[in-house]
C-alpha cells in the first residue's frame, strides 16, 4: 500500500515555507491526520478487492485514487467512503488520551482537535468530490438511473459550494488556503460535468467488460421498440441487473438480457439502433 504514495513536487514547497515559518509541527499534525484519513479510504477498499490506484498528497490536502467505476455494489462503496472520516473519532480519542495523561502539550492537542474537526466537518459537505457529495451519489443511486444520480449530485455540489462560498466571504474573506481549496473543487466540478458522459460510458463498459460475479437485484425496465439502444442504456441503475422487456402498442414482443445491448453499443458500434432491431436483426 505505502508503494502506491504519490507526494506532489508542490507539497515540498509548502513544507519548505512551514519550516521557514516556524509552522512546521502544525503542518505535520495536518499532514498525519491527512495522510490516517486517506489510508482509511485505501485500505477499506483494499479489503474489497478494489484496484487502489495510488494515493496522492496535494498541497491543500490528500486523495486516495480508486479505479472503479460505479460497479461495485453501494453497501462496499459506502463502507470505503465512511472508512476516511470515521479516522477521525478514533484520532480525537487517542488525543484526549494522551493530554489526560500529559504525554502531548496544549498547543499540540488544541491544534491536533482543530484539524481534525476541520477535515471532517469539511469532508462531510455535500460537495462532489468530498466524502459527503459521495454520499450523495449514493444515496441518488438508490432510485435514480447512474447517469441521471450523477448529474444531480454535481447540480447539488454546485449549491452546496455556492453557500459555502457565501459563508466564507462573511467570516473569513481573505483565508488563502481555503480559496486554494475552494479553486480546486471548483475546477474538479467543471472537469466532472465536462466529462460526465465519458463517466456514463466508463460504467457501461465496466458493466460489460468488468469481471463482477456479485448477485444483484432484478429490476426490469419496459421499453418500447422504436426506443434507441443508448436511450435504454442510460435507465441502467447501480445494484440492479436489468432484463429489458420490450413492448409495442401495450403487447409483450420481447424480452432482452442488459448484456445483449451491452454487446451491440459496444461490440456491433450499433450506436444509434433501435431496441427493436435486436429483436428483429433480419
Given amino acids: 500500500m505505502l508503494n502506491k504514495i504519490y507526494i506532489h513536487p508542490l507539497l515540498w514547497v509548502v513544507v519548505a515555507i512551514a519550516v521557514v515559518t516556524a509552522h512546521f509541527i502544525e503542518l505535520s499534525l495536518l499532514l498525519l491526520i491527512i495522510f490516517i484519513h486517506e489510508m482509511g479510504h485505501a485500505v477499506a477498499a483494499s479489503f474489497f478487492s478494489w484496484r487502489v490506484k495510488r494515493i496522492s498528497f496535494l498541497p491543500f490536502g490528500g486523495v486516495a485514487e480508486i479505479d472503479e467505476h460505479g460497479n461495485r455494489p453501494l453497501k462496499e462503496e459506502a463502507i470505503v467512503t465512511?472508512?476516511?472520516?470515521?479516522?477521525?473519532?478514533?484520532?480525537?480519542?487517542?488525543?484526549?488520551?494522551?493530554?489526560?495523561?500529559?504525554?502531548?502539550?496544549?498547543?499540540?492537542?488544541?491544534?491536533?482537535?482543530?484539524?481534525?474537526?476541520?477535515?471532517?466537518?469539511?469532508?462531510?459537505?455535500?460537495?462532489?468530490?468530498?466524502?459527503?457529495?459521495?454520499?450523495?451519489?449514493?444515496?441518488?443511486?438508490?432510485?435514480?438511473?447512474?447517469?441521471?444520480?450523477?448529474?444531480?449530485?454535481?447540480?447539488?455540489?454546485?449549491?452546496?459550494?455556492?453557500?459555502?462560498?457565501l459563508m466564507i466571504l462573511l467570516v473569513e474573506p481573505v483565508n488563502l488556503n481555503v480559496w486554494i481549496i475552494v479553486a480546486f473543487i471548483i475546477f474538479t466540478l467543471r472537469y466532472e460535468w465536462k466529462q460526465s458522459r465519458y463517466v456514463f460510458i466508463r460504467f457501461l463498459m465496466e458493466r460489460y467488460y468488468g469481471k463482477t460475479s456479485e448477485f444483484r437485484k432484478l429490476k426490469p425496465i419496459v421499453v418500447e421498440e422504436d426506443d434507441l439502444v443508448i436511450d435504454v442504456l442510460e435507465q441502467f441503475q447501480r445494484g440492479y441487473k436489468h432484463p429489458i422487456v420490450i413492448e409495442k402498442d401495450g403487447k409483450e414482443t420481447g424480452l432482452l438480457d442488459e448484456n445483449e445491448l451491452l454487446h451491440a453499443y459496444f461490440a456491433e458500434k450499433k450506436l444509434t439502433a433501435k431496441v427493436g432491431e435486436l429483436l428483429y436483426p433480419y
Fill in 82 to 165: 465512511l472508512a476516511g472520516p470515521i479516522q477521525h473519532l478514533w484520532l480525537l480519542a487517542v488525543a484526549f488520551f494522551l493530554y489526560e495523561f500529559n504525554l502531548i502539550s496544549d498547543f499540540i492537542y488544541t491544534n491536533f482537535v482543530q484539524f481534525n474537526l476541520m477535515i471532517l466537518i469539511f469532508n462531510l459537505l455535500p460537495i462532489w468530490p468530498l466524502d459527503g457529495g459521495k454520499f450523495v451519489f449514493l444515496w441518488l443511486s438508490l432510485k435514480e438511473s447512474f447517469p441521471k444520480a450523477f448529474r444531480q449530485t454535481l447540480h447539488i455540489s454546485i449549491f452546496a459550494l455556492s453557500i459555502f462560498v
